[in-house]
């Protein structure tokens, strides 16, 4: 009856992520259907976000207590590195290709991993210090192309990106801050206002307002609001395997959608970097179940 009961709590675990993996891949496509400059998709993503994520955090209604002062100040931090990340993930999609955004973002969990060691936070094992050492080469490899005299704006950005993530995952993990839907909320607002001033706010169009609405007002929030629900059914490194969905939809969708495809070069690199990080969850998630069998 208790194998019964897990198997049945892991299913729903693995149907929530996967729903909101799904719900969360298509996110580089709506920035590339819309007919805006860089500045007013900021600021209507910006503004659907924090509109979704207001709702989204009425909805879920979490109540756990935190120390307030601490929990404040978290708030604020997850609140600007969402900004940092909106910021980048429009800058990289808008300038190079939807696959090598993704790819380069997958990195964040290990990119995270490393930040906690470099700030004394936790100490990793093994298995990331050899992930890092394949995966750091390989972004090298996508990003620095033969012949080129610098980096592309569209890899910086998602390079910052990346580590803004990185950076967020951490403040999450170590905030004591137990829901950050309102934060990221705050961090949409803030998006908005940045983007504001340089933004041609009414230069909207009927399928514009369409894919705001259901692209960054629905489906964004509630594809947060499901992966976050995972980790209660789900271990960690289960989540992390399904969360490496997105870099293989994502790039496919705007694939089929815009026939944009990733060069041999991305594709290869990409396939190392996931196929690395899904053998490193592989190892954690079998590292967490051998004491339980023991």
């Not at 693995?14 to 729903?19: E, H, I, M, Q």
């Not at 940092?84 to 993930?89: E, R």
């Not at 192309?145 to 580590?163: H, I």
Request: aromatic share 6%.
């Amino acid at each position: 009856m208790r194998a019964r009961l897990a198997r049945s709590s892991r299913v729903k675990g693995v149907v929530l992520v996967g729903a909101g993996v799904v719900l969360l891949s298509p996110d580089a496509l709506w920035v590339r259907l819309l007919a805006m400059d860089y500045w007013t998709v900021l600021f209507w993503r910006g503004v659907c976000t924090s509109i979704g994520y207001l709702v989204l955090a009425r909805v879920m209604s979490a109540r756990t207590a935190t120390d307030p002062q601490r929990s404040v100040r978290s708030r604020v931090m997850i609140g600007a590195l969402s900004v940092a990340g909106n910021v980048c993930f429009v800058g990289a999609v808008t300038h190079t290709t939807a696959a090598q955004t993704l790819v380069i973002l997958a990195s964040s969990p290990l990119l995270a991993a490393l930040l906690t060691a470099g700030l004394g936070l936790e100490r990793i094992d093994r298995r990331t210090w050899i992930s890092a050492a394949i995966v750091v080469p390989c972004i090298a490899a996508i990003v620095v192309r033969p012949g080129a005299a610098s980096l592309s704006a569209g890899d910086v950005f998602a390079m910052v990106g990346a580590v803004a993530l990185a950076a967020l995952l951490v403040v999450i993990r170590h905030s004591g801050t137990a829901d950050v839907v309102p934060s990221l909320a705050f961090g949409g607002a803030l998006t908005a206002v940045v983007a504001a001033p340089f933004a041609s706010v009414l230069a909207l169009s009927a399928s514009d307002m369409l894919v705001l609405v259901f692209g960054f007002g629905i489906t964004l929030p509630l594809s947060l609001g499901l992966i976050t629900r995972g980790p209660r059914y789900l271990a960690a490194p289960e989540v992390g395997l399904i969360l490496l969905l997105e870099t293989v939809l994502g790039p496919l969708l705007v694939w089929l959608a815009l026939g944009e495809q990733p060069t041999a070069r991305v594709a290869l690199a990409g396939l190392v970097i996931v196929v690395t990080l899904a053998l490193v969850s592989l190892a954690s998630l079998r590292a967490e179940r051998l004491p339980a069998t023991e």
